[in-house]
């Protein structure tokens, strides 16, 4: 298959992986309104073209929590990222640190913090935390984070409960005998089989294993993640965490106004304007509807990142034009990672820059600074 843009990789990755992994990648919420209105809203944004401007020489670099980096991308995080290429975290780690970009691990990542770490030489890596009841366990997962060198923390609040994803009953990652039905898809995808299901092993939630043990298998992945995310948690509570984490604080899953004052208020760093790619709440807007707004009331306060949607590097270009100042990507690169692994990653990260330049040509920008509403119509 030739491969030549995030699309490419979508169907390179659905027919390599078993059905329950694809559709677990690329579903979303309900009748998964949002999922598409993620896509269209943003592919709807209309840019203007200028000629005659001189863009010779393009700089795509930008400073993100004071840091520079080569682009203004950072890899999001994905729950059981692993299961899609063997030991995939590290793969996408390598390509992301190779490019000089962060790369974001979940707190329900295949492989721990350590094993990301130790395999990318230490390259930028961020560590995302999710709510948990068990508070002890979570100041656990800060410090480990935090020995690791994880440059900052990405507290994802969008999720006190697990979204209603029908998908995942319908293929197999939940429901009626799913253990039964994953190892059936498995065989017909020999591929895969002996990538992951064979030499990938062990397929445990890496950073929970020294806490749950045998119970951090994939089997009890999904039970595990509805009985232990925290639905009490409030803005007062955060104050702990600000406490104990002293790098840069990312508070992901942000889509109104008055949800981002309050995080700038508590010391947050930055934001992620996210709608956990349509995987929580169907119904509410895109990430693209709301970016604008949200920019405009904390512009100044906090670093703005976006996600839900990008599928190019037009569309990146796109999400700094409504505001961001860097965007997160996330089913994009999971199905670069299904479709080829570290080298499906490093492709899809020369893709986004090659049409982020064209983008920024096309517009008359020749540096991240020179985008914003003007490129517009």
């Not at 490019?99 to 395999?119: D, Q």
């Not at 639905?231 to 106004?257: N, V």
């Not at 208020?265 to 970016?291: E, K, M, P, W, Y």
């Not at 492709?347 to 509403?373: N, P, Q």
Request: charge should be positive; proline fraction near 5%; hydrophobic fraction near 45%.
């Amino acid at each position: 298959m030739i491969i030549a843009s995030t699309h490419d990789f979508r169907a390179a990755a659905k027919a390599r992986l078993p059905r329950f992994l694809f559709d677990y990648a690329d579903g979303g919420a309900y009748a998964e309104a949002t999922l598409a209105a993620n896509v269209n809203d943003l592919a709807g944004i209309a840019l203007r073209q200028r000629v005659l401007r001189d863009v010779s020489a393009i700089d795509l670099s930008t400073t993100l929590f004071g840091a520079k980096r080569p682009l203004p991308i950072a890899l999001g995080p994905i729950g059981i990222g692993g299961m899609f290429r063997r030991r995939g975290e590290t793969q996408a780690a390598r390509a992301a640190h190779a490019r000089g970009i962060p790369f974001t691990l979940s707190t329900v990542g295949i492989c721990s913090m350590n094993e990301v770490r130790g395999a990318s030489k230490d390259g930028p890596t961020w560590f995302q935390l999710y709510v948990i009841r068990d508070r002890a366990f979570m100041r656990d997962l800060i410090d480990t984070a935090k020995a690791a060198g994880a440059e900052a923390l990405v507290f994802t609040v969008d999720m006190p409960v697990p979204g209603a994803r029908y998908r995942d009953a319908h293929s197999g990652m939940s429901g009626p005998r799913a253990p039964l039905r994953r190892v059936l898809q498995a065989i017909g995808k020999p591929g895969w089989a002996w990538d992951v299901g064979i030499r990938g092993r062990p397929h445990r939630l890496g950073n929970l294993e020294p806490v749950l043990g045998a119970a951090s298998g994939l089997n009890d992945y999904m039970g595990w993640l509805g009985s232990n995310f925290d639905p009490s948690i409030a803005w007062k509570d955060l104050d702990w965490i600000r406490a104990a984490w002293d790098g840069p604080l990312i508070i992901k899953g942000i889509l109104d106004p008055d949800d981002a004052r309050a995080a700038a208020d508590i010391g947050a760093d930055g934001i992620v304007v996210s709608n956990h790619g349509g995987r929580q709440l169907d119904g509410v807007l895109s990430s693209t509807r709301v970016l604008p707004a949200i920019a405009e009331v904390v512009r100044g306060r906090l670093t703005v990142l976006a996600d839900s949607g990008i599928r190019s590097g037009l569309d990146v270009v796109r999400m700094l034009a409504l505001g961001a100042d860097g965007v997160l990507l996330g089913r994009a690169w999971l199905y670069a990672l299904a479709a080829n692994g570290e080298a499906g990653v490093s492709l899809l990260l020369d893709l986004i820059e090659k049409e982020m330049r064209v983008a920024m040509a096309l517009t008359g920008v020749r540096s991240i600074a020179e985008i914003d509403r003007s490129i517009l119509v």
